[in-house]
C-alpha cells in the first residue's frame, strides 16, 4: 500500500458505517481544516460574547448592564439551543454538511453586520438572536465531521484539533475585538463576521464532500420526537449532564468577565478592564491549547476519558476559588491559568468521550445537536442566574463560589457512565 493510501482515512472493523470518510482527502488535512473551522467559529463567539457584545450593551444603558447583558445573553441562548438541534437533524436528513457550513457561516457575517448596528437592548437581543442561530447552523454541520469521518481510535487527537479552536479562537476574537473598543464597535462586528464567513468558503472549498449513504427517511415529527429519545442511553444522558453542569459553572462566571475586572478586581494602574481582557484571555488561550493537545493525546494513548474529565471539572472549581481568596490582578492571573489547563482538557477528552456514546452512528449529528443543548442551554441559564446570584447573594464573590459548586458536581456525573472508562 502505498504512502498516500496509507495517509488516507481507514475505517475500523468495529467503526460503525457511516464514519467511513467520505471524501478522498488525507486524514490531517481535515483535522487541520477542522481546526481552522472550530477557530473561527470561536472568534465570533468569544470576541462578541466577551468584548464587544458586553461593550454595546454598556454604552447603551451603563446603569443596568448586568441585568441588560443577562436578558440579552440568556434570550439568545434560546436560539441556539433551538437551532442546533434543528439544523444537525436537517443536514442528517439532506446526507450533506458543506451546505450547512457555508450557508451558516455566510448568514452570520450578515447577522453580525445587522447587530453591530442596533442601538437598543432590545434591537441588539434580536440581531444577537440572529447571529447565534446561524452560527448554530454552522456549528451542527461542522461539530458532525469527526463522527462522521473520524475513526474511532483517532477520536481523541480529532477532538484535541477541534479543541484547539477555543484557544487559539478566544486570542484572536478578544485581541481583534478589542482593538475596535470603545469607538468602532460596529467594525468589530463586521470584521469577525468576514472571518467565519471566509473560513466556511475555505472549508467547504478544500474539504470535499460526497453524499452519505442514504439511510431509511424518518418523518420530520418522529425526528424531532427523537431528540428526547437519544438521552434515554444511559451513557449519553450522563455525558449530557456532566457536560451541562461544566458549562453552567464555567459560564456563569465567563460571561461576566469584562464586569468582573470592572467591579470586582483591583486592577494595577493605568490597565482598562478592556486591555486587561485582552491579556488574560491569552493567557487563558495558551493554557487551554496546552491542555487540550496534551489530554486528547494522553486519553488516546492511556485508553481512559473518565478521570480527566472528572478531575478537569475538580481543578476548574479550585480555580474559581483564587479570586474569591485573592481579588486582585495576581488573582485573576491565576484564575485564568488554572481554569484554562481544565477547561481546554475538559473539552477535548468529553468531546471524545461522547463520540463513543452516541446512541445513533446514522444519526450522528442530530445527536451531537442533541449534546449540543448542554453547551447552549447553559448559556440560557448562566445569565439569569448569574445576574441573580450577583444581585442577592453577596457580589462576585459569590458568583463564583456558585460556579465551583456547580462544575464540582460535574465532575461527580461521570461516575455512572459505564461505557468509557
Known amino acids: ?9 481507514s475505517v475500523p472493523p468495529s467503526a460503525p458505517a457511516s464514519a467511513a470518510p467520505h ?7 481535515l483535522l487541520f481544516l477542522l481546526a481552522v473551522g472550530n477557530t473561527a467559529m470561536f472568534v465570533v463567539y468569544m470576541g462578541v460574547g466577551q468584548v464587544l457584545l458586553p461593550v454595546q450593551v454598556e454604552l447603551l444603558d451603563p446603569a443596568d448592564k448586568i441585568a441588560n447583558l443577562g436578558l440579552v445573553s440568556g434570550i439568545a441562548a434560546v436560539f441556539a439551543t433551538l437551532f442546533n438541534p434543528l439544523a444537525g437533524l436537517l443536514s442528517d436528513r439532506s446526507r450533506r454538511r458543506n451546505p450547512w457550513i457555508l450557508g451558516g ?15 437598543t437592548i432590545l434591537l441588539v437581543t434580536i440581531g444577537w438572536c440572529l447571529v447565534q442561530a446561524m452560527m448554530n447552523v454552522y456549528q451542527a454541520a461542522i461539530t458532525a465531521v469527526v463522527p462522521d469521518r473520524v475513526p474511532m481510535e483517532r477520536r481523541g487527537l480529532a477532538s484535541a484539533m477541534v479543541g484547539m479552536g477555543i484557544p487559539i479562537g478566544t486570542i484572536i476574537g478578544v485581541m481583534a475585538a478589542a482593538a475596535f473598543v470603545p469607538h468602532d ?5 463586521l470584521v469577525l463576521g ?18 452519505l449513504p442514504e439511510v431509511e427517511t424518518v418523518p420530520l415529527g418522529r425526528q424531532l420526537a427523537a431528540f428526547g429519545s437519544a438521552l434515554k442511553t444511559g451513557d449519553f444522558r450522563w455525558a449530557f449532564i456532566g457536560r451541562f453542569l461544566m458549562m453552567l459553572g464555567y459560564f456563569a462566571v465567563f460571561l461576566y468577565q469584562l464586569y468582573i475586572l470592572q467591579d470586582h478586581i483591583d486592577l494595577p494602574k493605568g490597565l482598562s478592564p478592556a486591555a486587561a481582557v485582552a ?29 480527566f474529565i472528572a478531575v478537569s471539572c475538580v481543578f476548574t472549581a479550585l480555580g474559581m476559588i483564587v479570586p474569591v481568596v485573592s481579588p486582585t ?13 481544565s477547561f481546554g482538557c475538559f473539552m477535548a477528552v468529553d468531546t471524545a468521550l461522547v463520540t463513543l456514546v452516541l446512541p445513533s452512528a446514522d444519526d450522528a449529528a442530530r445527536d451531537m445537536g442533541v449534546l449540543n443543548i448542554a453547551n447552549a442551554g447553559p448559556q440560557i441559564i448562566a445569565p439569569f442566574m448569574a ?27 461521570v461516575v455512572p457512565i459505564r461505557g468509557v472508562r
Open 105 to 119: 457561516g455566510l448568514a452570520a457575517l450578515g447577522a453580525l453586520a445587522l447587530l453591530g448596528a442596533m442601538r
Open 185 to 189: 464597535v460596529r467594525t468589530g462586528y
Open 1 to 9: 500500500m502505498s504512502r498516500s493510501e496509507t495517509d488516507r482515512v
Open 194 to 211: 468576514a472571518v467565519v464567513a471566509g473560513v466556511a468558503v475555505l472549508f467547504t472549498a478544500l474539504v470535499r464532500e460526497r453524499k
Open 387 to 413: 445576574s441573580l446570584v450577583v444581585a442577592s447573594l453577596g457580589g462576585y464573590t459569590a458568583l463564583f463560589i456558585t460556579g465551583a459548586v456547580i462544575t464540582v458536581l460535574g465532575a461527580l456525573s
Open 329 to 341: 490582578w495576581t488573582g485573576m492571573l491565576a484564575f485564568c491559568v488554572i481554569t484554562g489547563l
Open 23 to 29: 471524501a478522498g482527502g488525507p486524514l490531517g488535512r
Open 279 to 307: 491579556i488574560i484571555s491569552p493567557v487563558s488561550a495558551v493554557c487551554t491549547l496546552l491542555s487540550t493537545v496534551v489530554g486528547g493525546v494522553l486519553s488516546d494513548r492511556i485508553g481512559r476519558r473518565k478521570p
